[in-house]
């Protein structure tokens, strides 16, 4: 409760008003104002990258400095970025819809996204992430520490194998890293911008590409109808990116190799997170995913 009358004195000094709603932890909306608490430097780098973003065409939040001018302001020593919402709302499935017209424009909108990241990257600073290290380090402790009880090492050599031996390989950049339509908002049929720039880091393009997908089929691998659907959705996206971003011979072949190693991150990550419900599921998708690669 002291929090949110803390809230509330703040969003006084931006001179809005209207009932304070939790989304989720430590963002609130407020009216048709999204207020967002962190620290100060991924604050500032939000911003920043908002307006390098906005600047290239891409559909961002518009950032609402406060009244003093400052993007992030600070209150009881606590960081605050105020933006205006985005118009429309989330695609909830591709299963009930033209699947093959939504996947080759939202191939084309990640595309895009892409093509703008590499041009502002000298701009704006990011960690470097490298999935290839994540797997030999935390994700193979995990399994390791758990006996590879759930995934045995010899699945978790062969499917990773291939990605390891080609991952210097594949093309880097900054990357938005937890892309799928929660993150993404259409406006009827027109894509209208992206939201939740926190995990992007610098690391292989390709990783985007195959965790949108991959998360588009979880519950759905035992409905062979959802499965097609996918497959025609799959092929619909990547012909979208391509056809403004092309696509190396090596990530084409390497995308089989990435999903599989997507799915054993998430099993991995739900293992440390004491979830073995949701641990056992991300093994089923792994599984099909390997026998359909």
């Not at 000094?13 to 963002?27: D, M, N, P, R, T």
């Not at 393009?205 to 497959?231: M, T």
Request: charged share 25%.
């Amino acid at each position: 409760m002291m929090e949110g009358n803390n809230i509330n004195r703040l969003i006084e000094l931006w001179g809005i008003s209207g009932e304070l709603i939790e989304i989720q932890h430590s963002v609130w909306r407020v009216g048709q104002y999204i207020l967002k608490s962190g620290s100060k430097s991924a604050l500032e780098r939000n911003a920043h990258l908002l307006t390098l973003l906005k600047a290239e065409g891409i559909p961002v939040a518009e950032i609402v400095p406060a009244p003093s001018g400052e993007l992030v302001l600070e209150q009881d020593n606590k960081y605050y970025l105020m933006t205006k919402c985005l118009p429309g709302g989330h695609i909830e499935s591709i299963y009930d819809a033209d699947y093959k017209t939504i996947g080759y424009k939202t191939g084309e909108t990640v595309a895009l996204l892409h093509r703008a990241f590499r041009n502002i990257e000298n701009d704006v600073s990011f960690s470097r992430n490298s999935f290839d290290q994540e797997l030999r380090g935390w994700i193979y402790q995990t399994l390791e520490k758990d006996g590879w009880q759930i995934i045995s090492k010899a699945e978790f050599d062969n499917s990773s194998s291939t990605l390891l031996e080609h991952y210097d390989k594949l093309p880097s950049q900054i990357i938005h890293r937890d892309m799928h339509y929660g993150n993404m908002l259409f406006d009827g049929d027109t894509f209208s911008g992206y939201i939740d720039f926190d995990l992007s880091k610098y690391d292989v393009r390709l990783f985007d590409l195959c965790y949108f997908l991959i998360g588009l089929l979880v519950g759905h691998e035992n409905q062979p109808h959802d499965v097609a659907i996918w497959r025609g959705f799959k092929d619909a996206f990547l012909a979208g990116y391509e056809n403004t971003e092309e696509l190396s011979a090596i990530e084409k072949e390497c995308i089989p190799y990435m999903m599989v190693c997507i799915e054993i991150l998430f099993v991995a990550f739900f293992i440390r997170e004491k979830k073995p419900e949701f641990a056992d599921s991300a093994v089923k998708l792994y599984r099909f995913i390997s026998r359909c690669r």
